[in-house]
C-alpha cells in the first residue's frame, strides 16, 4: 500500500522555522521525483520545491528562493522541506507528491501557519 505521510508543521512566529518531513512507503522511492506543494483555502496547490530521484537536482518556487531546502534520505523513503525565514504568507497546507513514469502519488498535507 502506497503512502505518503508528512509531519512537522507547526504555528510558528514569522521568522522562525520548520522542517518538514514525508515518509514514503508502499512504492520504490528511489525512483520517484519529489516535491513538496502547498495550498491555502484561497489558492490552488501551488508547486512550492522539486528533487530528483537521486537528490542532486533541485528546483524552487521563486517565493521560497533562499528561504526553504528541499532534500531527500533514499535509504530511509523520506524527503524534507526546511523552512526558514518563514512569512505570513507561508501559511499553507503542505502536500508531498511523489511521480515517476507518469504515476503521482499524494500525501495528506500538513499544515503550518505563520503567525504573530
Known amino acids: 500500500q502506497v503512502q505518503l505521510v508528512e509531519s512537522g508543521g507547526d504555528l510558528v512566529q514569522p521568522g522562525g522555522s520548520l522542517r518538514l518531513s514525508c515518509a514514503a512507503s508502499?512504492?520504490?522511492?528511489?525512483?520517484?521525483?519529489m516535491s513538496w506543494y502547498r495550498q491555502t483555502r484561497s489558492q490552488d496547490r501551488e508547486l512550492v520545491a522539486t528533487?530528483?530521484?537521486?537528490?542532486?537536482?533541485?528546483n524552487y518556487a521563486e517565493f521560497v528562493k533562499g528561504r526553504f531546502t528541499i532534500s531527500r534520505v533514499n535509504a530511509k523513503q523520506v524527503v524534507y522541506l526546511q523552512m526558514n525565514s518563514l512569512k505570513f504568507e507561508d501559511t499553507a497546507t503542505y502536500y508531498c507528491y511523489a511521480y515517476y513514469n507518469e504515476r503521482g502519488y499524494w500525501g495528506r498535507g500538513t499544515q503550518v501557519a505563520v503567525s504573530s
Open positions: 508502499g512504492f520504490d522511492f528511489s525512483r520517484y521525483v
Open positions: 528533487i530528483n530521484s537521486a537528490g542532486y537536482l533541485t
